[in-house]
């Protein structure tokens, strides 16, 4: 009788004695972490971190390493360097005749691209990006279907490697535009429609789209173009600044509800002109900037015969703002470091 009692204890202790008895206060066998498909881990090591969209693994590299750091996400390489400063070039790209827009944010081997301005004026973009020693763009941003804003980008399809591009996902009937956004697919560019919430980190820039509400835009008739534009937040350390390409009354005002719009800089909508700043003295005293910049020609008579660039001149003068205008043939660039930001005209 014994021996089967020992027996039988010696079974019971093979058969349980691993198990981990919790409710006996004993400490639980934490779980393994299991890896997710099509998500990417951080490691809980210091260092720099490469994304890579093939393998989509993270690999820690060791800080003392000679070695440069690049980080990859889907269309997107470029050496990763986010402590250094930067520059944002308000190109000019536009004439006597007619408005236009071309933006330049560049920082280290990270160059963006919002706008081409107009086809005429394609040479004259290239040679200011040749001279920024720009040979790939690592995100074009195309804000809408007005030629003035896109007509450009046909060049830089043919000069540069594009690696992203960014619209609206709304033509507006503009066949043209459909067939420049069609054509990317011969060059292998991947396209994303962009909408309110979008945002993307480019060597320690923060883009965020406040514009258009939703994929494909919100607005209807004839000022939908303008008013589904794409209007972003640049944000670098305590920098920021507002680029708002032709956004109208209606896109302003969804905007300055949604979206904190407070920046030490801000792009005037709409070249300054017309119905864009018609009724903007709520979105400029909600965005408060120091600094406005006015990019577009040099003549209000081409959409504007009442001369409105006047106005909001006051304006800005009312609260204590100082405006930077593009057309009279120089380029507007802004530098900064993150923290302290410096304007001049150049070219």
């Known amino acids: 009788m014994k021996k089967s009692i020992i027996v039988i204890l010696l079974v019971s202790i093979l058969m349980f004695g691993c198990i981990n008895f919790d409710f006996l206060g004993g400490e639980k066998t934490p779980a393994k972490p299991v890896g997710q498909p099509g998500t990417t881990t951080k490691p809980a090591t210091s260092g720099t971190v490469d994304i890579t969209s093939e393998t989509n693994k993270s690999i820690v590299h060791n800080e003392t390493s000679d070695e440069p750091i690049f980080v990859k996400e889907p269309g997107i390489h470029y050496a990763e360097t986010p402590d250094l400063p930067f520059t944002i070039d308000f190109i000019y790209v536009a004439d006597a005749t007619q408005q236009g827009d071309s933006i330049l944010i560049k920082k280290g081997d990270a160059d963006i691209l919002i706008d081409a301005g107009p086809d005429k004026k394609g040479a004259k973009l290239n040679a200011f990006l040749k001279s920024r020693a720009?040979?790939?763009?690592?995100?074009?941003?195309?804000?809408?279907?007005?030629?003035?804003?896109?007509?450009?980008?046909?060049?830089?399809?043919?000069?540069?490697?594009?690696?992203?591009?960014?619209?609206?996902?709304?033509?507006?009937?503009?066949?043209?535009?459909?067939?420049?956004?069609?054509?990317?697919?011969?060059?292998?560019?991947?396209?994303?429609?962009?909408?309110?919430?979008?945002?993307?980190?480019?060597?320690?820039?923060?883009?965020?789209?406040?514009?258009?509400?939703?994929?494909?835009?919100?607005?209807?008739?004839?000022?939908?173009?303008?008013?589904?534009?794409?209007?972003?937040?640049?944000?670098?350390?305590?920098?920021?600044?507002?680029?708002?390409?032709?956004?109208?009354?209606?896109?302003?005002?969804?905007?300055?509800?949604?979206?904190?719009?407070?920046?030490?800089?801000?792009?005037?909508?709409?070249?300054?002109?017309?119905?864009?700043?018609?009724?903007?003295?709520?979105?400029?005293?909600?965005?408060?900037?120091?600094?406005?910049?006015?990019?577009g020609g040099p003549s209000e008579n081409v959409q504007d015969p009442k001369g409105s660039r006047f106005s909001l001149y006051a304006l800005t003068d009312l609260y204590n703002m100082k405006h930077w205008d593009n057309y009279n043939g120089k380029t507007v660039e802004i530098t900064s470091d993150g923290k302290d930001y410096g304007i001049k005209y150049v070219g």
């Open 134 to 295: 720009i040979d790939d763009i690592e995100l074009l941003i195309s804000t809408h279907a007005d030629p003035e804003h896109y007509n450009g980008i046909y060049s830089m399809k043919n000069n540069y490697d594009l690696e992203e591009m960014w619209w609206t996902g709304n033509s507006f009937g503009n066949e043209d535009y459909d067939s420049l956004i069609s054509g990317m697919s011969t060059k292998k560019v991947p396209v994303k429609i962009v909408s309110k919430g979008d945002e993307i980190i480019i060597n320690g820039m923060k883009i965020e789209v406040l514009n258009p509400s939703k994929p494909g835009g919100s607005f209807k008739g004839i000022e939908g173009l303008d008013n589904d534009a794409i209007a972003l937040k640049v944000t670098d350390g305590e920098f920021c600044i507002l680029l708002t390409s032709d956004i109208l009354f209606g896109a302003q005002t969804a905007i300055q509800n949604t979206a904190d719009i407070k920046c030490s800089i801000m792009q005037a909508p709409y070249h300054g002109l017309g119905i864009g700043n018609s009724q903007i003295v709520s979105f400029l005293s909600k965005a408060n900037p120091k600094d406005v910049i006015v990019s």
